[in-house]
């Protein structure tokens, strides 16, 4: 059974730069596609990125577009976040995720959730 943590998390400055990580152990960490999703306080959980199993593909939602960078090193087992030009709305628990069938976007398609890493950009 895949295990999924997350680290990185913490509070930064409006504009600031933060980078999360998400440790995967107990599987065929390649073999999966991974997405990070994130919950602000009294919100749903939402998309936030995806990449593909080998890490070529990657998918952004429209508000981290061109802020925001994912990437994986399957020789590690690490999937990150590059979060740049961070925005008090970016502020939610950030949670990765192992894909296992169904849309990119949707919560319901993936299976394995890391215990989520807060970041909080104040303005």
């Known amino acids: 059974q895949v295990q999924l943590a997350e680290s990185g998390g913490g509070l930064v400055q409006a504009g600031g730069s933060l980078r999360l990580s998400c440790a995967a152990s107990?599987?065929?960490?390649?073999?999966?596609?991974m997405g990070w999703f994130r919950q602000a306080p009294g919100k749903e959980r939402e998309f936030v990125a995806h990449?593909?199993?080998?890490?070529?593909?990657?998918y952004y939602a429209d508000s981290v577009k061109g802020r925001f960078t994912i990437s994986r090193d399957n020789a590690k087992h690490m999937m990150y976040l590059q979060m740049n030009s961070l925005k008090p709305e970016d502020t939610a628990v950030y949670y990765c995720g192992e894909r296992a069938a169904g849309p990119l976007t949707s919560e319901q398609a993936y299976d394995i959730w890391g215990q989520g890493a807060q970041i909080t950009a104040s303005s």
């Open positions: 990449i593909n199993s080998n890490g070529a593909i990657t």
């Open positions: 107990g599987g065929t960490f390649s073999s999966y596609a």
